[in-house]
């Protein structure tokens, strides 16, 4: 029995410790589906989604599945650690749990509070080792409790860092693409204000920031689960309306830069497929109607033919747009409906304000919000777009 326990010890802490080294230290993704990070998001996530999916209000199922992701985060690392202690102590208790206590009779219960305060450093120093290889593991664990401190230290800003780089270009999208974003809106607003050539440095920008997506969030995937700030945006509403304005352009939108598209495409084409099998997400068939339908495509053709921007027509144009829709619809779908995230419609939502002119102190005195005509009637004619 003792050497069975030393044995699951080992195993535990071993396996823990390369789970912690794949998870924060090493900066790529990691093909080995059996983790114990797998395990934990596998179950925590399918939870806290039926939980979520139960709450009718949809602001409040949002504050939810906010939470998930720093909380999960926290529980993560509390799980590393019960199980290294745990570990350490079936290592004390499988070499006869040679301790020196206050108590005269040594009991397993002994062993963990020994692990734990070596774990965490604090030397108490009622409880101590009074063998050399009990002595050696007892070392051996403070410096692995002082070195998971260091990585976690270290860890918390890097992952920030990166979740506020993906929301800085999210946020900026608002005032471009509308809210929640449209493509359509991205090129009518572009078109109708700045001209479609200034799109070539903006589609640059976001093929930078799909690489850095793509990096960040293959290295740390617990950055897909941290929602944005507004219940109208997301990191998948980002990129479904930057791969459907690129798509647009190849297609042969007037006076768009093709060659950038191609390369935006590209980059955020490459960054859904491969964060999809991170997750596992198997993309599914969807019909042609999905998100455009027929009477859709004719609306935005006359809303971009109105700002002097005009789409091939004809059933090959039709067959290319497909095509190009069927090379990452079918990812985004499954990713987004595995994450509870809305993909945007390809036409802006009618009636609906962008986010930077929406206030709750925007209140009549009946009560009621300030109409999107009244707040962008105060605006230079500059910035309204």
Same mark, same amino acid.
């Given at each position: ?26 900066? &790529? &993704? ?18 806290? =989604? ?75 120093? %009622? ?31 890097? *992952?920030?860092q990166a979740f506020s780089r993906r929301e800085a270009n999210i946020s900026l999208l608002d005032a471009r693409a509308g809210s929640p974003p449209s493509a359509v809106e991205l090129l009518r607003r572009y078109a109708e204000v700045k001209g479609m050539e200034n799109l070539a440095p903006f589609l640059a920008e976001w093929e930078r920031w799909a690489a850095e997506l793509l990096e960040s969030h293959l290295s740390y995937p ?28 190849? *297609? ?8 950038? @598209? ?6 955020? &084409? ?22 455009? !339908? ?6 935005? &053709? ?8 005009? *789409? ?9 747009? *497909? ?12 990713? @987004?409906?595995?994450?509870?995230? %809305? ?9 609906? =304000? ?11 005195? !009946? ?16 910035? =309204?777009?």
């Amino acid at each position: 029995m003792l050497i069975l326990g030393a044995i699951v010890a080992i195993a535990m802490i071993l396996g823990t410790l390369v789970d912690v080294f794949e998870t924060i230290v090493l900066p &790529r &993704r990691v093909t080995q589906r059996f983790r114990l990070t797998n395990i934990f998001f596998r179950v925590t996530w399918p939870l806290w =989604r039926l939980l979520a999916r139960k709450i009718p209000s949809r602001r409040r199922r949002e504050n939810i599945l906010s939470l998930y992701g720093p909380l999960a985060l926290i529980s993560l690392l509390g799980t590393w650690t019960v199980i290294l202690i745990v570990g350490f102590a079936l290592i004390q208790w499988s070499l006869g749990s040679a301790l020196v206590a206050p108590e005269k009779h040594v009991s397993f219960g002994t062993d963990l509070y020994m692990s734990a305060s070596t774990f965490f450093t604090l030397g108490y120093g %009622d409880v101590v080792p009074n063998t050399g290889i009990t002595r050696f593991f007892a070392v051996f664990e403070a410096g692995i409790g002082f070195g998971m401190l260091a990585l976690v230290i270290g860890y918390l800003p890097v *992952l920030y860092q990166a979740f506020s780089r993906r929301e800085a270009n999210i946020s900026l999208l608002d005032a471009r693409a509308g809210s929640p974003p449209s493509a359509v809106e991205l090129l009518r607003r572009y078109a109708e204000v700045k001209g479609m050539e200034n799109l070539a440095p903006f589609l640059a920008e976001w093929e930078r920031w799909a690489a850095e997506l793509l990096e960040s969030h293959l290295s740390y995937p617990v950055l897909a689960y941290f929602r944005s700030q507004h219940e109208s945006e997301s990191w998948i509403a980002a990129i479904v309306t930057i791969l459907d304005a690129s798509t647009l352009i190849i *297609l042969g939108a007037d006076g768009g830069p093709m060659q950038q @598209a191609r390369h935006t495409f590209a980059m955020a &084409r490459h960054a859904v497929v491969d964060l999809s099998q991170i997750f596992v997400t198997k993309p599914r068939h969807l019909n042609s109607e999905y998100r455009l !339908t027929p009477p859709d495509m004719e609306k935005m &053709r006359t809303i971009l033919d109105a700002v002097g921007v005009t *789409l091939p027509d004809g059933p090959e144009t039709e067959q290319k747009l *497909l095509k190009l829709r069927r090379y990452y619809e079918p990812f985004v779908i499954t990713l @987004a409906d595995y994450l509870l995230i %809305d993909v945007p419609k390809w036409l802006h939502e009618e009636g609906s =304000r962008d986010n930077w002119q929406t206030s709750s102190w925007e209140l009549t005195a !009946t009560g009621m919000p300030i109409q999107a005509e009244k707040v962008k009637g105060y605006l230079p004619p500059s910035l =309204r777009i």
